[in-house]
């Protein structure tokens, strides 16, 4: 057996990880050593053993469609592109990268384009995530730097989430906030946010804000400091930003932000008095047309406070992504040029002659958006996408596409063999993934951390940075790109980091520009800066003394999506729990399907009731540019005249199942990062004839006026189907192609069906006007296992076991443990904490991110018993 210790691929939380394989199987736990994590694993780290196998990767390099050699698949990639950059110029060329390659491959991709291809056209996903958050610290503090660390949440005395469902997008941190509360009763908790979510569950409280107005309710923050008269003033603009502040009372923020003045007073009493405060914000402020500015009001507060640079104090950005942070630090968005430093005349000079080139790019290139939108109208002619999902991920996705299709030149680097985004391209370049690629990672708190291999490379997939490298060496940059080993790409990228640096630049890790591959390869996890200079500034503590810190002046705006009689509500979008952005890795893992598995939209009672959409029911919603059809969720967890619907599902998962062909291509005019939390839409409800759960081991072909719901089962294809028409002549007609015995059951609108070949169940399918409650651990197992007996035969066929009655919806995902039998333990079994519910049925006890849910369940059972 051998035991691995490398990082979480997932979340910026940036988990140490123990990988073990064992007679060829993985199994994975927490690394108790790794400070971010301390053992701890959520439920999607505790999963990644499962996101191991090969069944959906892409194995070997195709072109135009056909299976190729690594050789053939090159040598087109840098004639085509050479012809490109031949007739058109090196602007006609981009590459879209991502926050999940790690620091090797992003170093590599940034310099072959910006160095040596000549183009500024290298930009991220993290422009949708990160890129306000990126503007507000270089505005306000001079670098791209986050000055804050965990420890600082656990030591604080008010911790504010905005714009964060940390319960679910960054579980351990939450859980490590959880654990510091309960050991602190002192420590205050504030969420900010339109909904109430999993976060709220320990918060003193929640303010359920009006959407995209947080700027109102922090610039008016900043004015309640001013009034104490004790507030900071030595920073550049300061009297500015306090001017511009000075009509946001109390009454007008509480009107702006849609809450009760007394708890906007509240919440500004808590932060004044709070000796220490800090503020974790995400995409409910990044992801708003005037991002930065949200940021740069948050950053303002704590400047003015003096809760800043301090234990315990500051605003923490978090990251998104496992290496969100990394690909900031090589530079890898198109506005900064390399190693936090910017098109400036004297950074040019010294960029090239690190890299020894006469081709670097003189000016920024296209921000995510508007590159797409270059593409879309010819300008940029051959786009190389590593490690993204663009067609799912992009606002206005019907466009970008389009822009897609359109494309002479689509080249992508993946792991998985079907995507949205790959069906366009024409050369497809098969990568290493998790557990096989070698490198480092950046956390959100800058803890550099390596990604180690524990299996090997698998078909003909190799490491992002080859990849990058051989496609260099083909367009003739061969002298540049030379590397044999990925810690000779981190030596590089750790050396230009401390070059002619002598203490300009915040991020410096020349110190480890010199570790050994013996060194490298066992670097425990270690925060920057690491100078050679061996007196690096300190990121934490030592602003003061540098004397370069500004505050914004901010005048808040409103989100650019305008409600309007014919799109009279808001549509918000984000994560849910166990699912991994366009569900590429975590899409096919059953166990992270048991508690969301269909795209569902979350609305206020009354709007239900206005709007006639049921609980349960299906609805469309739509924009001016697209549609999607949703399960409703009717809950008083979110605000009248918002909608919450999750960013994950795409045409690979469903039909009609993706958010953003709804949302507008509008950004913040500073960072580029789009406004993906905001669309006015309406909604309608859908009453299909029927609904149904189809299983089948091979795939069938449906009809393609269905919409389906794809979930994830072991080794078979189970659709959740729902229709106007019946089906019921085209799945006999499959039956009958394969000879199969069937047996039918109908009555009314209810139509069961299986089919059997020689007693072996080939497919399955239940169906009725609305979705049939039918138990698919029964039909799993009749799968796997021919049921025996006639009776057996029949319980399938009504799908449920009348002797085993089914567990209900999965809440806790790590022991599948489902509502029902948490419902009978809390009414039945007098279960009334979490704690004996643990002891009985085991949930909770794993990684806790399902302990909000079996709160509001005992909540439920509480306000039950009070009502009888
Ligand atoms: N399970 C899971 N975890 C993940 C990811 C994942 O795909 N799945 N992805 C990772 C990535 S890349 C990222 S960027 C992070 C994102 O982490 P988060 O930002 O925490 O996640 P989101 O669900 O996108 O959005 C957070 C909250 O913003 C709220 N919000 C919307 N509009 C507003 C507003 O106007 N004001 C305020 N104050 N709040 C608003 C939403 O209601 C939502 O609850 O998660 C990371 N972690
Ligand atoms: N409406 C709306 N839209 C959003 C958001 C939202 O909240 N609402 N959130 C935005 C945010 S914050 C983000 S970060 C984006 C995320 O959106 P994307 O980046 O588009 O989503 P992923 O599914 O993570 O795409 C990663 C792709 O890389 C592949 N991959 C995985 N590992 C590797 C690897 O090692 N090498 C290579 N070459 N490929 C690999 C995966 O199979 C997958 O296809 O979505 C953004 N879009
Ligand atoms: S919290 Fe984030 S980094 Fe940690 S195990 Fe979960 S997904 Fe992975
Ligand atoms: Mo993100």
Redesign the pocket.
């Known amino acids: 057996m051998s035991e691995t210790k490398t990082t979480c691929p997932?979340?910026?939380v940036g988990c140490g990880v123990l990988a073990r394989v064992e007679d060829g199987v993985v199994s994975v736990q927490g690394d108790e050593q790794h400070p971010a994590n301390f053992g701890r694993l959520?439920v999607?780290g505790a999963s990644l053993a499962q996101t191991t196998g090969l069944e959906e990767r892409l194995l070997s390099p195709q072109l135009d469609g056909e299976q190729v050699s690594w050789t053939q698949a090159l040598t087109a990639a840098g004639e085509r592109l050479q012809t490109i950059i031949a007739e058109h110029g090196p602007q006609a060329v981009a590459i879209y990268a991502s926050?999940q390659l790690l620091t090797e491959d992003y170093y590599a991709a940034n310099k072959l384009m910006k160095g040596f291809i000549g183009a500024g056209n290298i930009d991220t996903?993290s422009r949708l995530?990160?890129s306000s958050a990126v503007t507000g610290y270089k505005r306000a503090l001079g670098a791209d730097v986050v000055p804050c660390c965990y420890e600082d949440v656990e030591s604080s005395d008010l911790v504010v989430l905005?714009?964060?469902?940390?319960a679910?997008?960054?579980?351990v941190l939450y859980q490590r906030l959880v654990q510091a509360k309960q050991n602190n009763p002192q420590m205050k908790v504030v969420v900010?946010?339109?909904?109430q979510?999993a976060?709220c569950d320990i918060a003193d409280a929640h303010l359920a804000?009006?959407?995209?107005?947080?700027a109102g309710l922090f610039v008016g923050l900043l004015h309640a400091i001013h009034q104490t008269g004790e507030a900071v003033v030595d920073y550049a603009d300061a009297s500015a930003a306090f001017a511009m502040a000075a009509d946001w009372s109390v009454a007008k923020v509480a009107d702006f932000c849609g809450l009760q003045q007394a708890d906007v007073q509240s919440f500004y009493d808590d932060f004044i008095a709070a000796p220490r405060a800090i503020t974790l914000?995400?995409?409910?402020?990044?992801?708003?047309s005037s991002g930065s500015d949200k940021c740069n009001a948050i950053i303002n507060v704590h400047l003015a406070s003096g809760k800043f640079a301090r234990t315990g104090c500051g605003p923490f950005s978090?990251?998104?992504?496992p290496n969100?942070m990394g690909g900031r630090e090589v530079g890898g968005l198109a506005t900064m040029l390399a190693a936090h430093m910017n098109f400036e005349p004297a950074d040019l000079a010294r960029v090239t002659r690190f890299w020894g080139t006469e081709r670097l790019a003189q000016t920024p290139g296209l921000m995510a958006v508007d590159l797409f939108a270059a593409i879309g109208r010819g300008e940029v002619k051959a786009v190389w996408i590593m490690g993204t999902n663009p067609a799912v991920s992009l606002p206005d996705s019907h466009a970008v596409s389009q822009a897609l299709a359109a494309c002479p030149l689509v080249i992508i680097s993946e792991v998985a063999a079907d995507t949205e985004t790959s069906r366009y391209a024409h050369i497809r370049f098969p990568a290493l993934s998790w557990g096989e690629k070698n490198g480092t990672v950046t956390n959100s708190e800058r803890r550099i951390s390596r990604q180690r291999p524990f299996l090997p490379p698998p078909g003909e997939a190799r490491a992002d940075w080859w990849i990058i490298a051989q496609v260099a060496k083909e367009l003739g940059f061969a002298h540049a790109f030379a590397w044999q080993h990925p810690h000779e790409v981190f030596s590089e990228h750790a050396a230009l980091s401390g070059f002619e640096n002598e203490g300009q630049r915040a991020f410096d890790i020349s110190g480890l520009a010199d570790l050994s591959r013996e060194q490298w390869d066992v670097l425990e996890p270690i925060r920057w800066p690491v100078s050679r200079r061996g007196s690096a500034l300190d990121l934490q503590r030592g602003w003061r003394a540098e004397g370069q810190l500004r505050m914004v002046p901010i005048t808040p705006e409103v989100?650019q999506a305008r409600r309007q009689p014919l799109y009279p509500l808001v549509l918000?979008?984000?994560?849910?729990?166990?699912?991994?952005?366009t569900m590429t890795r975590?899409g096919s893992v059953p166990r992270l399907m048991q508690h969301i598995d269909q795209p569902m939209v979350e609305i206020a009672p009354q709007d239900a009731a206005h709007f006639g959409v049921e609980n349960g029911g299906l609805a469309r919603i739509s924009s001016p540019r697209g549609v999607m059809v949703a399960r409703v969720v009717v809950t008083g967890s979110q605000r009248p005249g918002s909608l919450?619907t999750p960013?994950?599902w795409n045409d690979c998962f469903a039909r009609q199942g993706k958010i953003n062909s709804l949302v507008a291509p509008v950004v913040d005019p500073h960072s580029g990062q789009p406004e993906s939390?905001?669309t006015a839409v309406r909604i309608a409800p859908w009453q299909p004839q029927w609904q149904g759960e189809f299983f089948s081991r091979a795939p069938v072909e449906l009809p393609r006026h269905l919409h389906w719901w794809r979930k994830a089962a072991p080794g078979l294809h189970h659709l959740t189907l729902a229709g106007d028409g019946t089906i019921q002549a085209e799945l006999l007609a499959v039956c009958q192609r394969g000879s199969w015995q069937i047996q039918v059951a109908s009555l009314g609108e209810t139509w069961h069906l299986l089919a059997w070949d020689n007693g072996r169940l080939m497919l399955g399918f239940w169906s009725a006007r609305s979705l049939p409650d039918i138990d698919s651990g029964l039909i799993l197992r009749a799968f796997a296992q021919s049921p025996q007996t006639l009776a057996d035969r029949h319980a399938l066929l009504g799908g449920q076991d009348l002797t085993r009655p089914s567990v209900g919806k999965i809440v806790c995902s790590c022991y599948s443990v489902g509502e029902k039998i948490i419902t009978e333990a809390i009414e039945k079994q007098g279960c009334s904490t979490t704690d004996e519910l643990g002891r009985m049925l085991k949930c909770g006890t794993n990684c806790g991110s399902c302990l909000p849910e079996l709160k509001a369940l005992l909540g439920c059972a509480e306000r039950k018993a009070m009502i009888l």
Do not use: E
């Open positions: 997932y979340c910026g959520c999607k926050g996903n995530c990160m905005v714009g964060s469902n940390a679910w997008a960054h579980p900010i946010d339109p909904r979510t976060t804000i009006a959407p995209g107005t947080d914000y995400t995409m409910g402020i990044n992801q708003s978090l990251t998104g992504q969100a989100m918000n979008s984000g994560r849910i729990r166990d699912q991994w952005h975590t919450f960013m994950h939390k905001q």
